[in-house]
T-cell receptor, first 115, second 115 residues
Framework: NAGVTQTPKFRILKIGQSMTLQCAQDMNHNYMYWYRQDPGMGLKLIYYSVGAGITDKGEVPNGYNVSRSTTEDFPLRLELAAPSQTSVYFC??????????????FGSGTRLTVV | AQSVTQLGSHVSVSEGALVLLRCNYSSSVPPYLFWYVQYPNQGLQLLLKYTSAATLVKGINGFEAEFKKSETSFHLTKPSAHMSDAAEYFCAVSVASGGSYIPTFGRGTSLIVHP
């Protein structure tokens, strides 16, 4: 079982550059989430999706965009990278939106540095 | 809106001692509650979850947590700490909002285990 796969694992961007963080899950989960993790701040929800074609903003969506064209994939786009976006990004998925069953399954993260 | 408070950003115990990690939540409706563990440079792994069944929940690696509605708490305990328990622990709450459940995470507690 691959679970949730995130690529790349590490990336250094220059200010103003753009990139896409990839996330794919093979568990046929409808619900997918993007979080950022900053030291001492826990996880902040950026965007989430309740199914293909449906996305919604989380707590900290500014500077990011998402799309959900298939059940499996949920890419996160940074258009104009800023130093404030230096963080570790986690993608997660769940069978039910409440987390019943197996809870939320997380990828191994993407460590992004913007210089 | 729900929130999660984890008391103590760091908890230090000796190997073999009791582990107690505190989590309090605020929610106007019955929540689903989770504890996750994060080892260095890894994603989050589900330890245990409360989904309105038994109030005492047993998880992996000998951890358990008790849901106390009157205290709005969901503290994590383990009778005897092991060196391998050293990690970051996150409490999370999932509450219905507009037809979906949005998981919210606490800031995390770093567990340090001394020999």
């Amino acid at each position: 079982n691959a679970g949730v796969t995130q690529t790349p694992k590490f990336r250094i961007l220059k200010i103003g550059q753009s990139m896409t963080l990839q996330c794919a899950q093979d568990m046929n989960h409808n619900y997918m989430y993007w979080y950022r993790q900053d030291p001492g701040m826990g996880l902040k929800l950026i965007y989430y999706s309740v199914g293909a074609g449906i996305t919604d903003k989380g707590e900290v969506p500014n500077g990011y965009n998402v799309s959900r064209s298939t059940t499996e994939d949920f890419p996160l786009r940074l258009e104009l990278a800023a130093p404030s976006q230096t963080s570790v990004y986690f993608c997660a998925s769940s069978y039910s939106t409440s987390g019943q069953g197996h809870g939320y399954t997380f990828g191994s993260g993407t460590r992004l540095t913007v210089v | 809106a729900q929130s999660v408070t984890q008391l103590g950003s760091h908890v230090s115990v000796s190997e073999g001692a009791l582990v107690l990690l505190r989590c309090n939540y605020s929610s106007s409706v019955p929540p689903y509650l989770f504890w996750y563990v994060q080892y260095p440079n890894q994603g989050l792994q589900l330890l245990l979850k409360y989904t309105s069944a038994a109030t005492l929940v047993k998880g992996i690696n000998g951890f358990e947590a008790e849901f106390k509605k009157s205290e709005t708490s969901f503290h994590l305990t383990k009778p005897s700490a092991h060196m391998s328990d050293a990690a970051e622990y996150f409490c999370a709450v999932s509450v219905a909002s507009g037809g979906s459940y949005i998981p919210t995470f606490g800031r995390g507690t770093s567990l340090i285990v001394h020999p």
